[in-house]
């Protein structure tokens, strides 16, 4: 696509780039001493309309899904805008929503959740919305919920899962399939793109996806102890900084300072401070450097897939953030510790 | 005509134990559109019955059981529905006793088809992956028993294979590829006894299964697998007689089965319906709307379904400006010849209640439009006979309206096609008894623009009728769509025929026939906010009344010169005719002229007539409809049963009221003598209300003190009673 035909989207990307909250309003937000008080100043933002219809009980799930309902909405109008190879991934790109949806459901049902707690989890795609909701929340077991999905992508590496599903009754390694799948097909849509709009995509959702490898290893490697060869195996082949080569060296580590050291700059020097801290934190520092990344890319070429993704990425970390804020507020968190699990820098 | 059904709004309270019998008659009269109850306003919120939600979910657990158990043991669906008794406790109480019974008989049938089905498969499987391995002459048993390698033989899916090697790469391995199946590659690996785990753990992470190899068995690939196919050949045994137990239990219980899936049908949607209903500790409100012709018989029906006891307040609709929600639903009422036009209205969308149907007129102009863009006596014959057809249901089964619409657009496009002297795309086989479209354009386009004005005159006028039917006088005078816009627009119609006559006008004319309403409309929005109570309007108020009123005013030209099309079309019919008798003239072989005058006809008929059918939608919708039609309706979906008889207007026999019915419930602690209904505002014959009910009547508007002081005229002196 040519400087003409991003002409649509990269005016409704703009439009929609000044609505995003401006540091000083994320920052009276962490620093308002209650969770009725940061509502009060979120209320004052363009998100107030969207939350109005969620504040009805108090209730921080129907704040949650307000927000993500924007987040929705913000995807579906730049895929209207698009054509073509962008119009494809950025479509599936949203499509990590369904992603989630599909492990909350899995979990629910693991866990004999009732069907209203499963749904009140979900992401509201609305008119993107391609699973059967109804027949996954009936289902009576995992395997049968697998089986609902039918002819959805999703239905394969599930299915090629579910021995292991049943016989260790762990849902780990489904999800681990379902996540391995669906972003190896969200590659695939990003090697269809063509001339700079491919440079653009690899430098933003590389990044994403390098970030997405060194926490998967952090946690394969700190929490759940795998061999290097199933970390290997439980990663992605794609990214822009982080490679095989990489990820072969952090999986033979032998510790966390090994591991650190075997990563690339710049996140070598991201973790290197953050050693003894959680892997929420660590994860934060990351993709707080994403935030950054997205800013410098919009602040280039604007004709090209790179700048709508990087877009949607800053939208995203802002939903995220102002999940974070709400729920640190009700928490009664102290501000201090809220901003260090912010996506985007204050 | 032109006017939806009148409805009424019905507000019935009544004892919690007769509620299945009021819902039985609602559902089988099937005349009422519940609202919910937290539709009714802030004064019901309080009233909500949260339990019947989980009444709905049971039951939907049940019909889902149902149909679980006549799919699994192969029996249909019910052989035509019928509307069981409403008990939904009576009836759920006789599922939970009757299913588990069935449901495990079935399920040890499905389970040993199950285990038979996995066996078969683990066999195929097993078969499928020998045939592979045929070419291999070394015995299985020798694989297990390697004294210094492992092995293990595994299906890879084919995307994880390279990155299976990728992890194996600090291992001393061989993975080597022996065939391919599906998506999956079988792969043997080996590496040494010491790394068989960490193999195994690799090999498990590439989502790797174990090759489904019977390794119990002894001999060459080629020799095991004659074995499984032995044990395949018992399986299948096995499953048909497993299949013959089926069919005797699915004798058995299909009876009883087809039953409990009527009863639990209509108790799921009776329960459904519930959860829309009002509850107070010993009554349940029930708040809908329903056609004003059909109360009376279902007061009655209700009475005589409750021995007396329900409360039933009835209104007409309340008045278009009282702009209290919930409104009233649309039930569209027409004249049977103007009905299959109701879907071109509704696909654009539902009429509000309040507001002129414009049905008949949108059939008719549509009509009209496009037997003038496809005037010709052979096509239009064609159109009415494929019309007809669909009339009579011999092709595509449902389409009997759309059949109506072609057949009217048909015998239209013959008048016109007679009036052109047009017959197959063919001039002078008859005489034209107007004029032929291609002789004179120029009156075409004329006589088309006036049909324009004419027809934009219609939609101003409807928008006024709406508006005074509304009581918007301030819009019926000065709106843009109002008195005000019609005057521009026919000032502006009357310049533009002036100057084109020659005959120009005066400055002052022209400030009066088109710059003095310009004038009004722009100052029309801000100062009809201000008439209404709105805020002082600033100066961005009256830039923007500018803008929307030049808008207006291109917008009415638009409209006018848009149906120009009517003669374009027409003329471009005539000139394709043309093209089509040129095209036969020039083929030489014989009949080659008649096969392309057949081919050119029937590519006309169905592309052009494709063409110009959305040509006269597009007409109706964009040039009529926008100028007066909201279509902001909620359409009529009334409560029926599965299996009631659709068309209240004949509602099905309702059963006699139970045996005792009456006699053995406990009197109410306030008398309550028959059917009370709002009398002074519905004068329902038959209902009188009661002297309480007369107390409490409310005024105009939604009663929420009636249905309150009557729910409390019910309340208790003792524990509540389940519905039921």
């Not at chain 2, 529905?81 to 588990?100: H, N, W």
């Not at chain 2, 500790?281 to 005589?304: D, F, H």
């Not at chain 2, 709106?479 to 020659?502: H, P």
């Amino acid at each position: 696509m040519g400087a003409s035909q991003y002409a649509r989207p990269n005016a409704a990307m703009r439009a929609m780039l000044g609505a995003l909250l401006a540091p000083q309003e994320k920052r009276a937000l962490v620093a308002a001493p209650s969770l009725e008080d940061a509502m009060r100043r979120l209320r004052a933002t363009p998100y107030g309309r969207d939350l109005a219809v969620a504040e009805a009980g108090g209730e921080l799930l129907p704040l949650e899904k307000a927000l993500q309902r924007t987040l929705v909405g913000t995807y579906g109008r730049l895929i209207r805008t698009l054509e073509g190879a962008p119009r494809d991934l950025v479509e599936e790109l949203l499509r990590h929503f369904e992603v989630d949806d599909i492990k909350a459901i899995l979990r629910g049902l693991a866990t004999g959740a009732p069907a209203a707690k499963i749904r009140a989890l979900l992401v509201p795609l609305g008119r993107w919305e391609r699973l059967p909701l109804e027949r996954l929340l009936a289902a009576p077991s995992v395997a049968e919920a697998v089986r609902a999905l039918g002819r959805l992508p999703y239905a394969r590496p599930l299915g090629e899962a579910l021995p292991r599903y049943e016989a260790e009754r762990s849902l780990f390694p489904l999800e681990v399939a379902l996540d391995l799948d669906y972003f190896r097909r969200l590659w695939a849509r990003l090697e269809a793109l063509s001339g700079g709009d491919r440079v653009g995509a690899v430098r933003i959702l590389g990044a994403r996806y390098d970030v997405l490898n060194v926490t998967w290893l952090l946690r394969y490697k700190l929490t759940y102890r795998l061999s290097a060869q199933e970390i290997f195996n439980y990663t992605l082949p794609h990214g822009y900084r982080v490679d095989d080569g990489v990820i072969r060296r952090a999986t033979t580590a032998g510790d966390l300072a090994g591991l650190i050291a075997a990563l690339p700059q710049p996140y070598r020097g991201l973790l290197a401070p953050l050693e003894g801290a959680s892997l929420a934190h660590m994860e934060a520092a990351l993709c707080r450097y994403l935030w950054h990344d997205a800013r410098a890319l919009l602040a280039g070429y604007p004709f090209q897939a790179g700048a709508i993704l990087a877009y949607l990425h800053l939208k995203e970390a802002e939903v995220h953030d102002l999940v974070a804020i709400l729920a640190g507020k009700r928490s009664g968190r102290p501000a201090a510790e809220i901003e260090a699990l912010l996506w985007s820098e204050l | 005509m032109c006017s939806p059904t009148p409805m009424a709004r019905l507000f019935l309270v009544t004892l919690d134990h007769d509620l299945p019998r009021a819902t039985e008659v609602l559902g089988r009269v099937g005349a009422v559109h519940l609202l919910s109850v937290d539709e009714l306003g802030p004064w019901a919120h309080g009233l909500a019955w949260e339990q019947a939600a989980g009444l709905a979910v049971q039951y939907d657990g049940y019909r889902q059981r149902i149909e679980g158990l006549l799919r699994g043991l192969a029996i249909g669906p019910p052989p035509g529905a019928a509307v069981a008794a409403v008990a939904p406790l009576t009836v759920a109480a006789r599922v939970e006793r009757r299913l588990p019974p069935i449901e495990a008989e079935a399920q040890r049938v499905a389970a040993a088809e199950r285990q038979l089905q996995e066996e078969g498969k683990r066999l195929a499987l097993a078969a499928e992956q020998l045939q592979l391995l045929a070419q291999l002459r070394v015995d299985l048993a020798e694989l297990r028993r390697l004294e210094f390698l492992h092995c293990a033989a595994a299906l890879v899916p084919q995307r994880n294979l390279e990155r299976l090697r990728g992890s194996l790469a600090g291992l001393p391995n061989a993975l080597i590829p022996l065939a391919r199946r599906e998506k999956h590659v079988l792969v043997l690996a080996f590496t040494t006894r010491e790394q068989g785990a960490a193999l195994e753990r690799a090999l498990q992470s590439a989502y790797a299964q174990p090759a489904r190899i019977p390794l119990d068995l002894a001999g060459t690939p080629a020799e095991v697998l004659r074995q499984v196919q032995a044990q395949q050949a018992q399986v299948l045994q096995q499953e048909a007689a497993l299949q013959r137990t089926r069919g005797a239990l699915a004798a058995q219980h299909r009876d009883e089965l087809w039953q409990l899936a009527q009863e639990v049908a209509t108790n799921a949607a009776a329960v459904a319906a519930w959860q829309r209903f009002g509850r107070t500790e010993r009554t349940r409100l029930i708040a809908g709307w329903a056609p004003a012709a059909v109360v009376p018989g279902l007061a009655a029906r209700l009475e005589q379904a409750v021995a007396g006891r329900p409360a039933l307040d009835v209104a007409a609709a309340p008045a278009p400006q009282v702009a209290q929600a919930p409104r009233p639903p649309t039930r569209l009422r027409n004249p049977p010849p103007a009905r299959p036009f109701e879907a071109l209205v509704t696909t654009y969308g539902i009429p509000s209640y309040d507001e002129i149907d414009p049905t008949p007129l949108a059939g008719f102009l549509f009509v009209l439009m496009f037997g003038v863009m496809f005037g010709d006596v052979g096509q239009g014959a064609v159109i009415a006979a494929a019309g007809w057809l669909l009339t009579r249901e011999i092709a595509l089964k449902g389409s009997r309206a759309f059949g109506w619409v072609l057949l009217a657009a048909g015998i239209s496009a013959i008048v016109f096609g007679a009036l052109y002297g047009t017959v197959f795309l063919t001039e002078g086989l008859i005489p034209a008894l107007w004029f032929r479209p291609l002789d004179n354009p120029t009156y075409f386009i004329q006589v088309a623009v006036i049909f324009g004005v004419a027809v934009v005159s219609l939609a101003l006028a409807l928008n006024m009728a709406n508006a005074l039917r509304n009581g918007d006088r301030l819009g019926f005078l000065l709106s843009r769509q109002g008195l005000v816009g019609l005057w521009f627009y026919w000032g502006a119609v009357y310049a533009a025929y002036a100057a084109l006559a020659g005959r120009g006008l005066g400055t002052l004319a022209l400030l009066a026939l088109i710059g003095l309403p310009l004038l009004v409309m722009a100052c029309i929005t801000p100062l009809q906010d201000l008439f209404r109570g709105g805020a002082r309007p600033g100066p961005q108020a009256f830039v923007q009344s500018v803008v929307e009123t030049f808008d207006t005013a291109v917008r009415y030209v638009s409209n006018t010169v848009s149906f120009i099309r009517l003669a374009a079309f027409a003329i471009a019919h005539a000139g394709i005719g043309i093209m089509v008798l040129i095209l036969a003239g020039l083929v030489r072989v014989p009949g080659g002229g008649a096969a392309v005058l057949v081919l050119g006809n029937a590519f006309v008929i169905g592309l052009e007539g494709l063409v110009i059918f959305i040509q006269a939608l597009r007409l109706d919708y964009y040039e009529f409809f926008t100028r007066f039609f909201r279509a902001s309706g909620i359409p009529f979906r009334p409560f029926v049963l599965p299996g009631a008889r659709r068309g209240f207007e004949r509602p099905a026999p309702l059963p006699g009221p139970p045996q005792g019915a009456g006699q053995r419930r406990r009197p109410l602690k306030t008398p309550c003598p028959g059917l009370r209904a709002g009398r002074a505002r519905s004068e329902t014959p038959g209902c009188r209300p009661g002297p309480q009910a007369q107390a409490a009547l409310p005024g105009p508007g939604f009663p929420e003190p009636w249905v309150l002081a009557m729910a409390a005229q019910y309340e208790p002196d003792r524990p509540r009673r389940h519905p039921q």
